[in-house]
C-alpha cells in the first residue's frame, strides 16, 4: 500500500524518549475495523484466509461475544492467517500487519493509535461494541480508517459507518446474498452510509488493491473554485428538487457530496458538476444522501421518561373530550418519533381515564420515508428499543416485523412538507423537532425558532435534542428541562415581529394578486371608517398597548410628554422610559393587573420641563385575542387646572401645615429610599444580564461544538448475537477436534497396536479396538476399573507395575504372553496432559508373535545346524565377511589343539599365535576365494606350533547375501596324510 507516514521536523525530539502516543503519530497506516456478529465466523477466516500477512494494515476485529465465556476466536483465527494474532489489551499500540480481537464482556476505542480497553457500564443488552469502535476510529483515524461490516444480525455498526464516512474514511459490507445473517451489513447498506457492497473475496481484493488510497488524505482548506463547484451543485439541486440547501452546514453538504465523488471514482468537484448536469438521476441519489433518515422509537429513553412524567400529564390536564390535543413532528423521517408520541398520549388517557382528541402531524421532505412512515412496518429489531409490553399492546406481528395497531395510526397524519418554505401547523401544544436543526446553518435556524413559536399555543412546548436550543430567544421560550431541552412557550406579541420581517415564503405568488393591482381599484368613501380615523386623532387620549411586563407593544399619539427613553441600554419598558412621578404609579398599576384587576385609575402629579403637571392615568386589561393573553391599554390624558383655582387660596392652620410639612418630609424620605432601592435593582439587573450575555456566549460556542459531534453520532439499537459467536466458534473447535479424532482413530486402528489409557485411579479412561484381544472389553467398560476386567495374559500382575509407573514415572518395557500363546512387547508410561499433568498412564501392547516364533525358528535352525556340523568328522570354519570365526566344531578343535572359546570371535589370522597367519591361507581368502566364491582341494602345507608340519586340502565357499555381497565364508578342512 502507499506510504501514509508523516515525518516529524529534524528538531523534534529522538525517537527513545517519545511516548506511545507520539510514536503512533509517527506512522499513519490504515485501520481496519471489522464488526461481525452471527455467521461472521466463517467469514473472518475466509477474509484472513486471503489476506496478505504483509498488506500495510492494522485489523481490529470487533464481534458479539457472550460476556461469561472464553473467546476462542484468537486460536481459530491464527490458523487462518500468518499475521500476529492476539487479544487486546489496555493501551496496546497499533501496529501494521498485526490482528486485535476485542476480549469477551469489554468494551473498546482506539485513541492515539492506542486501543483503551474498559469494563462496560451499560448492560449487556444495551451496548452497540461495533459501532463504539468505529465512532472512536473515524474520530481518531479520520481518512485513515476503513470500517468493514460482515454477517450478523440486528444494525450494530450502522453509526460506526456513518462516522466513519463523515470522517472520511471508507466503508465495505458485505454483499448480503453472501451473508450467513444479512442483517447488520443490510441496515448500514440501508441507511446510505455503505460505500462498497463487496464480498468477503473483493474485500479482500479492494483493500490490497489500495483503492482507498485515494480517500487517505489530507483536508485542505476549499479553494475558491471548489467553492464556486458546491454552489452550482446546490443550484442544480434547488432548480431540479426546488430545494434551497444553501443554509445547511456546509461539512455536512461537502461529506456527502465526497461519498457521491467516490462511488463515480471522481476526484474533482468541478467534475462531478458537470457530471450532475450530463446525469439528471444523479441529482435525485444526491438530494437523497443530503436527506439524513436517522430515527427511532423512543429516542433518548431519559428524555421521553421527562416527556412521559412532566410534560404531558401538565400539556393534558383537564382537557375536556372534545379537546383536541395537536402535535407536530417536523422532519419525522420513518415515523418512529411521531409513533412515540402517540403511544405515550394513549398510555395517559389510559392511565388518567381522560377521553380527548389527539392529531398529531408528522412531516418530512422525503416522500419514500414519508411512505414508510405510512405503512407503519417496522424490523423485529425494534424490541431494542420498544418494551414487550408496549409490543404488546401497540403493535402487531408481521412477517417484515412488526406493524403500529390502527387505533395509532389514525392518530398520526403523514405530509410531505418543507419546513423551511411552507406554512407551519398552527394552535399546537406540542411541537418536537429534534437532530433537524442541528444540520443547519444559525441563520436558518435563528427562522425556524420565531416560526415554531408561532405555531405554539401559550403555554405550548418545544422538544428539541439534546445538541440543539433555541439560541438567543429567550423572549419567546422558557426551559422545563435544560438537559433534554424542553422548552415551554412564553405568552409575547413580540414574537409575530421576526414572523413579520422573516424571509419564509408561506403563499403561492401565482394565486394572490400583487399589492398594486389592489391601489389601482377605485374604491368607494367608507364614511364609518373616516369618522373613526378622525374621532381617534383628534379626541382619543394618547395610549400604549403592553404586554404584562410592561413590554410596549404598540403607541398611539403623542407620548412624549409621559415617556423619554431611559439611560443606559435602550429598552422599550414602559415603566423604565416614565417621566419623573409616573414610575412609581405604573408600577403599581401593572402589578395590580397581574392579580386580575380590571382596571385603574388615577390622577398623578409629575414634572414635565421641571414643571409641575397633572395627567388621568387608565390602565384596562385587554380582552385575550389571537391567542395573545395578558395585554393593558395605558391611556394618558392631561388634566388643565382653572384660573379660578389657581388663584384661590386657602388658609392653612399651623398645626395642618406642621402635619404636611411632615408628611411631605416623610414622602420625600421614602421617595428616596424607593429611588435608591430601584436604581441598586437595576444595577443588579445589569450585572445579571451581562452575566447572562456572558453564559449566553458560552453556550452558544458549546453549542456550536455539540451540534458538529452529534452530526457524526446516532444512537442506534441492535441485537446481540454472542451466542451464534460463540457457537460457530465450537463449531469450528469441535470440527478441528472431530479431525484430530479421526485422524488418532485411525492411526491406533492402522498401526494395530493394543492401547489402553487409565486415569490415576486405574480407571479406564479409552482403549482401541485391538486391546479387546488382550482385556475382554467392550465400549460400556470405560470409566471401569480395569482390574474387574478379565484379561488373557498369563500370570502378569500389570495393575501393579503400572501403579508403580504412576509413582515412580519410570516408564517399563517387558515381553507378555496370554493362553492363545501370543505375545506382545507391554510398555507401560506416564500418561501427560498438554500442561504437563500426570493424569493416569498409558499401556500399549504391540504384538511381537510373529517376531517369537521367527526367533524360535532361528534358534532350532542354528541348533540343527551345530549339530550337523559337530556329526562332520572334517574340521570346519564359519568365517563372516571381516574374516572373524563365528562358527567351527569339535573336529577343528580336536586337530589343532584348541577350544571353541578360544576360537569363536577371533580372526583366523589371530589364531593359536598367529599360526594361522599362512601367506597361501591370505591369497586363499583374499583373492581367489572373492572372485571365485567356490574353491575346491586347495593345498596347504604349513608348520603348526605343538602338531608339527601338516598338509591340508581346503575347501571353500562364499555365501551370498540379497545385496550380492559375501556375507559367510565355509571353510572346510581335510588333512592328507
Known amino acids: 500500500m502507499n506510504d501514509q507516514r508523516t515525518r516529524l521536523p529534524a528538531t523534534s525530539m529522538s525517537l527513545d524518549k517519545m511516548t506511545l502516543p507520539e510514536k503512533a503519530i509517527l506512522k499513519k497506516f490504515p485501520i481496519v475495523g471489522i464488526g461481525a456478529s452471527a455467521g461472521g465466523l466463517e467469514a473472518l477466516e475466509q477474509f484472513f484466509r486471503l489476506m496478505s500477512a504483509n498488506s500495510g494494515a492494522a485489523f481490529v476485529v470487533v464481534p458479539h461475544l457472550a460476556p461469561d465465556h472464553a473467546s476462542l476466536l484468537t486460536e481459530i483465527l491464527q490458523r487462518s492467517t500468518a499475521m500476529s494474532v492476539q487479544e487486546a489489551k489496555d493501551q496496546t499500540l497499533v501496529e501494521p500487519n498485526c490482528l486485535y480481537i476485542i476480549p469477551p464482556n469489554r468494551d473498546m476505542k482506539i485513541s492515539h493509535g492506542m486501543l483503551q480497553v474498559s469494563t462496560p457500564i451499560e448492560p449487556h443488552a444495551q451496548r452497540l461494541p461495533i459501532d463504539m469502535f468505529l465512532c472512536s476510529l473515524a474520530q481518531d483515524q479520520t481518512e485513515n480508517a476503513i470500517g468493514v461490516i460482515l454477517s450478523g444480525t440486528g444494525y450494530d455498526g450502522t453509526q460506526g459507518f456513518r462516522a466513519v464516512s463523515d470522517a472520511g474514511g471508507t466503508t465495505i459490507a458485505q454483499e448480503p446474498a453472501t451473508a450467513k445473517f444479512d442483517g447488520m451489513p443490510t441496515s448500514a447498506i440501508n441507511a446510505g452510509h455503505a460505500d462498497h457492497v463487496l464480498t468477503v473475496e473483493k474485500m479482500v481484493e479492494f483493500i490490497l488493491a489500495d483503492k482507498p488510497s485515494h480517500l487517505i488524505k489530507n483536508h485542505k482548506t476549499k479553494t475558491p473554485s471548489t467553492l464556486t463547484s458546491i454552489s452550482q451543485i446546490l443550484e442544480q439541486l434547488r432548480v431540479a428538487t426546488g430545494l434551497d440547501f444553501s443554509l445547511y452546514k456546509k461539512s455536512t453538504i461537502g461529506r456527502r457530496i465526497e461519498r457521491r465523488m467516490v462511488k463515480h471514482n471522481i476526484e474533482d468537484i468541478g467534475l462531478y458538476s458537470r457530471y450532475l448536469k450530463e446525469n439528471p438521476a444523479e441529482i435525485t441519489v444526491l438530494f437523497k444522501e443530503l436527506l439524513i433518515n436517522v430515527t427511532n422509537f423512543f429516542r433518548d429513553q431519559e428524555a421521553f421518561q421527562v416527556l412521559e412524567k412532566v410534560i404531558l400529564p401538565k400539556l393534558c390536564k383537564h382537557k375536556s373530550h372534545d379537546y383536541v390535543f395537536r402535535v407536530w413532528v417536523p422532519a419525522c423521517a420513518s415515523g418512529e418519533e411521531a409513533y412515540s408520541i402517540a403511544i405515550l398520549l394513549c398510555e395517559l388517557m389510559e392511565r388518567t381515564k381522560q377521553q380527548f382528541q389527539v392529531q398529531i402531524y408528522s412531516t418530512d421532505l422525503d416522500d419514500d420515508a414519508i411512505t414508510t412512515a405510512r405503512a407503519a412496518i417496522y424490523p423485529n429489531s425494534i424490541s431494542l428499543d420498544v418494551s414487550p409490553e408496549r409490543l404488546r399492546n401497540f403493535f402487531v406481528k408481521h412477517d417484515a416485523g412488526y406493524r403500529i395497531k390502527k387505533e395509532v395510526r389514525e392518530m398520526v397524519v403523514f405530509a410531505i412538507q418543507n419546513i423551511i418554505k411552507d406554512p407551519p401547523f398552527t394552535k399546537l401544544d406540542l411541537i418536537s423537532c429534534r437532530n433537524v436543526m442541528i444540520y443547519m446553518e444559525p441563520a436558518l435556524q435563528n427562522r425556524l425558532i420565531p416560526m415554531f413559536h408561532y405555531a405554539l399555543k401559550p403555554d405550548g412546548v418545544l422538544f428539541l435534542s439534546p445538541s440543539e436550543s433555541i439560541g438567543n430567544h429567550t423572549e419567546l421560550f422558557s426551559p422545563i428541562d435544560r438537559k433534554w431541552k424542553f422548552y415551554h412557550a412564553i405568552n409575547s406579541k413580540t414574537s409575530t415581529q421576526p414572523m413579520m420581517n422573516s424571509p419564509f415564503i408561506w403563499a403561492d405568488k401565482n394565486k394572490h394578486p400583487a399589492p398594486e393591482e389592489f391601489m389601482k381599484k377605485t374604491k368607494e368613501t367608507n364614511f364609518a371608517d373616516l369618522s373613526r380615523k378622525l374621532l381617534i386623532q383628534y379626541f382619543a387620549p394618547a395610549s400604549i398597548i403592553t404586554n404584562i411586563k410592561g413590554d410596549i407593544l404598540y403607541i398611539h399619539g403623542e407620548t412624549g410628554r409621559y415617556l423619554r427613553p431611559a439611560p443606559g441600554h435602550a429598552t422599550l419598558n414602559i415603566i423604565e422610559m416614565a417621566r419623573d412621578g409616573l414610575e412609581l404609579e405604573l408600577r403599581n398599576a401593572i402589578n395590580a393587573m397581574a392579580k386580575g384587576l380590571p382596571i385603574i385609575k388615577a390622577e398623578i402629579q409629575y414634572k414635565f420641563n421641571e414643571e409641575p403637571a397633572t395627567v388621568s392615568l387608565c390602565v384596562r386589561q385587554l380582552p385575550a385575542f389571537d391567542n395573545n393573553e395578558g395585554l393593558l391599554l395605558v391611556s394618558f390624558q392631561d388634566i388643565e387646572v382653572t384660573a379660578s383655582k389657581s388663584k384661590r387660596k386657602v388658609v392653612a392652620k399651623p398645626a395642618d401645615i406642621s402635619r404636611i410639612e411632615d408628611l411631605e418630609h416623610e414622602l420625600s424620605y421614602t421617595k428616596e429610599n424607593l429611588y435608591a432601592t430601584i436604581e441598586e435593582q437595576q444595577a443588579a439587573n445589569e450585572e445579571f444580564k451581562s452575566t447572562n450575555e456572558e453564559l449566553q456566549s458560552t453556550n452558544e460556542e458549546l453549542q456550536s461544538v455539540n451540534e458538529e459531534l452529534e452530526t457524526s453520532k446516532e444512537e442506534l439499537q441492535s441485537v446481540n448475537e454472542e451466542l451464534i459467536t460463540v457457537n460457530s466458534e465450537l463449531q469450528t473447535k469441535i470440527e478441528h477436534l472431530a479431525s484430530t479424532q479421526n485422524d488418532m482413530k485411525n492411526l491406533h486402528d492402522n498401526i494395530n497396536i493394543a492401547t489402553i489409557f487409565l486415569d490415576t485411579g486405574m480407571l479406564i479412561r479409552r482403549f482401541t479396538r485391538d486391546a479387546s484381544k488382550i482385556y475382554r472389553l467392550v465400549a460400556s467398560d470405560v470409566g471401569r476399573l480395569l482390574a474387574d476386567i478379565k484379561s488373557d495374559l498369563i500370570d502378569e500382575d500389570i495393575l501393579t507395575q503400572a501403579e508403580h509407573v504412576l509413582e515412580t514415572l519410570t516408564p517399563i518395557e517387558r515381553e507378555v ?150 556375507s559367510l565364508i565355509l571353510l572346510a578342512m581335510i588333512e592328507v596324510k
Open 817 to 966: 504372553c496370554t493362553n492363545k500363546d501370543n505375545w506382545y512387547l507391554l510398555r507401560i508410561q506416564p500418561y501427560r496432559t498438554l500442561d504437563n499433568v500426570i493424569d493416569g498412564v498409558v499401556m500399549t501392547f504391540t504384538d511381537i508373535t510373529s517376531r517369537i516364533k521367527t526367533e524360535d525358528l532361528v534358534k532350532e535352525a542354528r541348533e540343527l545346524a551345530e549339530s550337523i556340523v559337530n556329526t562332520i568328522r572334517e574340521p570346519i570354519l564359519v568365517l563372516n565377511s571381516k574374516l572373524k570365526i563365528i562358527s567351527t566344531n569339535n573336529a577343528f578343535c580336536k586337530l589343532f589343539h584348541v577350544t571353541i572359546k578360544d576360537t569363536v570371535g577371533h580372526k583366523i589370522y589371530e589364531l593359536g599365535n598367529h599360526q594361522w597367519d599362512i601367506p597361501a591361507l591370505r591369497k586363499l581368502l583374499e583373492t581367489i576365494l572373492p572372485q571365485e566364491q567356490v574353491l575346491n582341494d586347495y593345498l596347504v602345507e604349513h608348520d603348526f606350533p605343538g602338531i608339527g608340519r601338516r598338509k591340508i586340502l581346503l575347501n571353500a565357499r562364499c555365501i551370498i547375501n540379497k545385496s550380492g555381497e559375501p
